[in-house]
């Protein structure tokens, strides 16, 4: 996994540290027992992190040092400090794969779950996933549960679908809740609509979920419009106060809050290599690379437009392959960690309703990352509680 080896012997530690580049990596340090633990961390700094680890210790001083202990390190050049976590993440998972969660100390992004699966189905926040291949739908990630829950609740006021938790077992005589008494549900625990009612208003509820609120924002729209045409005015002022409504939500929801299923993104970070910057591609939740485009073609190739050859490098790289429903809580949680962090660096452009990837912005996004310019940020992010 990482690119390069070098020995170590306390006795030749000059010529050892002159060799690592003072510029950022994740690094592996391992003694000559192979039964001892590996040593595994990132740094801004390769030489004078090892420098610490391997140097002759200072007299008294309680820092770690390997000096005595250490025989070789492993390590990989990074360009940021995105790709840094990432690989970070990939290596401890494979060197220690029942703790490497407790090394991330992951929090998992809040989550808007859809219970499909249920006979009436309900929204709730969670922060854990289901299987992979189960009904329910998944939204966010959200900066914060608090967050998650604000949204979920604000939104369900403009429907009737029932906000307990419980599986219902519809009995006419059971006396409803607040929200029926305040027709703000449709009633099912009491029959106080048709199955086929309450599909169709949990429909409209996923719709906006998919949709990120655009298809209620349009089905007011339309319904206040005909209101007006038909001079029921009283009606389209109602529907105006109801859009007037919706609007805030909606201009407060973060831009990489999707259905997770359908969250595919890319985002673009300073490189390593001369002359390049990195893709990470963001498939249904995971994130998949780096993967180095560099700015000027390669020769002897055919001419291309920037934007034909971004679209050809994200052909060509794979997408990640989940093999579990934490997994992808995982790859959730480190990027909502980067997104929603305050001075994040790099960009992010997400694919419209239909999958496509907005390849012109991608070319600007590359010129300004590869400048070390700001990010031209259309919705800023929301800081985590």
């Not at 000096?67 to 990074?78: K, L, M, P």
């Not at 929801?253 to 259905?259: D, F, G, I, M, W």
């Amino acid at each position: 996994m990482l690119a390069q080896c070098l020995e170590f012997s306390p006795t030749d530690d000059t010529q050892f540290f002159a060799a690592l580049p003072a510029a950022p990596a994740v690094f592996v340090l391992r003694s000559g027992n192979a039964d001892a633990e590996p040593y595994v961390s990132k740094t801004a700094n390769l030489r004078r992190r090892l420098e610490k680890l391997l140097g002759q210790p200072e007299e008294p001083s309680k820092r770690l040092n390997l000096r005595d202990r250490a025989r070789s390190i492993e390590f990989t050049g990074t360009g940021s400090d995105f790709e840094s976590g990432f690989l970070l993440y990939q290596l401890l998972r494979e060197t220690f794969p029942h703790a490497y969660g407790a090394r991330m100390r992951f929090r998992f992004a809040a989550l808007v779950k859809l219970h499909l699966e249920n006979a009436y189905p309900r929204a709730s926040v969670t922060t854990r996933l289901g299987r992979l291949q189960r009904k329910s739908s998944y939204y966010g990630p959200f900066p914060s549960r608090v967050f998650a829950e604000k949204f979920a609740s604000d939104s369900l006021d403009f429907f009737k679908m029932r906000r307990c938790v419980e599986d219902l077992n519809p009995d006419p005589n059971f006396p409803g809740c607040v929200y029926s008494e305040m027709k703000m549900c449709l009633a099912p625990c009491f029959k106080g609509c048709s199955d086929e009612e309450y599909q169709s208003e949990v429909q409209r509820v996923r719709k906006h979920f998919d949709s990120a609120g655009d298809s209620l924002l349009r089905e007011f729209s339309s319904q206040r419009d005909s209101a007006s045409a038909e001079l029921q005015f009283e009606q389209a002022s109602a529907l105006h106060a109801r859009l007037e409504k919706l609007k805030p939500l909606l201009s407060q929801l973060p831009e990489l809050v999707r259905r997770i299923d359908q969250l595919k993104a890319v985002l673009i970070q300073r490189s390593a290599e001369v002359g390049a910057v990195n893709f990470f591609r963001v498939d249904e939740g995971c994130i998949a690379g780096p993967f180095a485009f560099f700015i000027q073609p390669v020769e002897h190739t055919r001419p291309q437009s920037m934007e034909a050859r971004v679209e050809e490098l994200l052909n060509a790289s794979p997408k990640a392959e989940p093999k579990s429903a934490l997994e992808v809580m995982e790859h959730l949680a480190i990027l909502k960690r980067w997104f929603f962090r305050g001075t994040r660096k790099g960009e992010i452009f997400m694919a419209d309703a239909n999958g496509a990837l907005p390849l012109r912005r991608i070319v600007r996004g590359i010129s300004r990352v590869y400048r070390n310019e700001p990010a031209e940020m259309e919705n800023p992010p929301a800081l985590e509680n």
